[in-house]
């Protein structure tokens, strides 16, 4: 079943929308990611439009790993790739808004990849287990869903802090 989303500035994108943005980034540079790479960057970027446009930028649900925050319908597409480079964009389903319509969204995806894309993996992964994080907060616990209420109040005190 194929389920339209009319407005994905108030539910969010599908995480493969902006997965591949970040993956057409990289490409842009010559670049490859590893799938910790572009979930921790996906993450972070949900985290930062949560805080700054005050709303969802994937409407998929972030789990508390062990490696950190992961996006279980990503995590479906790659598990088990390890670190080896992601090559092609991930497919999107039919009637899946993409993020041309979009510059606020944009915005912040490029801000990300400024700021962090030059980050490898484990990098990535120390950065979000770091005191007071959202991911620190939730891992360990029975749920390990990472509401975007916490990812967001997370953010809005980094931003404030900058």
């Given at each position: 079943?194929?389920?339209?989303?009319?407005?994905?500035?108030?539910?969010?994108?599908?995480?493969?929308?902006?997965?591949?943005?970040?993956?057409?980034?990289?490409?842009?540079?010559?670049?490859?990611?590893?799938?910790?790479?572009?979930h921790k960057l996906v993450y972070i970027a949900h985290g930062w439009?949560?805080?700054?446009?005050?709303?969802?930028?994937?409407?998929?649900?972030?789990?508390?790993?062990?490696?950190?925050?992961?996006?279980?319908?990503?995590?479906?597409?790659?598990?088990?790739?390890?670190?080896?480079?992601?090559?092609?964009?991930?497919?999107?389903?039919?009637?899946?808004?993409?993020?041309?319509?979009?510059?606020?969204?944009?915005?912040?995806?490029?801000s990300v990849w400024m700021t962090y894309g030059q980050m490898d993996?484990?990098?990535?992964?120390?950065?979000?287990?770091?005191?007071?994080?959202?991911?620190?907060?939730?891992?360990?616990?029975?749920?390990?869903?990472?509401?975007?209420?916490?990812?967001?109040?997370?953010?809005?005190?980094?931003?404030?802090?900058?």
């Open positions: 079943m194929t389920v339209t989303i009319d407005d994905p500035t108030k539910t969010g994108y599908a995480a493969e929308v902006v997965a591949n943005a970040f993956l057409d980034l990289a490409r842009a540079e010559g670049r490859t990611l590893t799938q910790m790479q572009v439009t949560l805080a700054l446009l005050g709303r969802p930028l994937i409407y998929n649900t972030v789990h508390a790993w062990q490696r950190g925050p992961v996006v279980r319908r990503l995590w479906d597409h790659w598990g088990g790739r390890g670190r080896t480079p992601i090559a092609e964009p991930l497919d999107v389903s039919p009637g899946e808004p993409d993020l041309s319509r979009d510059p606020a969204a944009l915005e912040v995806i490029r993996g484990e990098e990535l992964s120390r950065l979000t287990h770091l005191q007071g994080t959202p991911w620190m907060q939730v891992f360990g616990s029975r749920n390990d869903l990472i509401p975007n209420e916490v990812t967001r109040e997370y953010y809005t005190a980094l931003s404030r802090s900058a």
